[in-house]
């Protein structure tokens, strides 16, 4: 009998550590829902500024006066951007809407949350890379078409390194940019997912 009880005292007491293991996990778990929050609600406001960014762009040869070659010209490169535009929608919506159908309730679904997190930063950045190109190269055809051969005397005058050395330089400030809106906007909240995502992973 005296064995059954210290058997029953010993289940008893390893019960009480597995408990108190799983509260601690699971107030853990609660506090990622803090930084994910925060993540969706600037993904929110993200899609609503893409959209009116596409907006404005549309309405750019209107709003500047483009004559019909120019804003057909234009309208090429906008279609392009807007292609580029739906596929990063596509699959930002697609992440957005499964983080709320997928129960964060473990440390897998927390680690999921934080890659694809991770990915499509990845792939915004991309998008603004390519857009910034696509409407480089646009200002460049801008120039020939309003400008014509006076322009083309201009530019044989200006050494090519010149040309290529300032746009690098655009091409870099368009990457600090980038670079640092991500941060700004996602960049303390996810490492703030790792952190606890890590303390999870030392138990």
């Known amino acids: 009998m005296a064995m059954n009880f210290d058997q029953l005292k010993n289940d008893w007491s390893n019960n009480e550590v597995v408990s108190t293991e799983v509260s601690e996990s699971m107030l853990k778990i609660k506090d990622a829902r803090t930084p994910i929050d925060q993540i969706r609600k600037k993904m929110k406001h993200e899609f609503l500024w893409q959209i009116i960014s596409l907006l404005v762009m549309a309405l750019a040869p209107k709003i500047l006066g483009f004559s ?80 014509g051969n006076i322009l083309v005397k201009l530019l044989e005058k200006i050494p090519l390194t010149y040309i290529l050395l300032n746009a690098a330089i655009t091409v870099l400030i368009i990457g600090l940019i980038t670079e640092s809106w991500a941060k700004y906007s996602y960049g303390k909240h996810l490492k703030r997912l790792k952190v606890i995502i890590e303390s999870i992973d030392e138990e």
């Open 68 to 147: 019909s070659n120019l804003s057909s010209t234009y309208f090429l490169f906008f279609s392009i951007v807007c292609g580029f535009t739906a596929y990063y929608f596509f699959k930002f919506y697609t992440f957005y809407k499964h983080s709320y159908d997928l129960s964060l309730d473990s440390r897998k679904n927390l680690l999921w949350f934080y890659y694809e997190m991770k990915i499509n930063i990845e792939l915004y950045k991309a998008l603004t890379y390519i857009v910034s190109f696509i409407y480089l190269s646009f200002g460049a055809i801008a120039l020939f078409i309003t400008r």
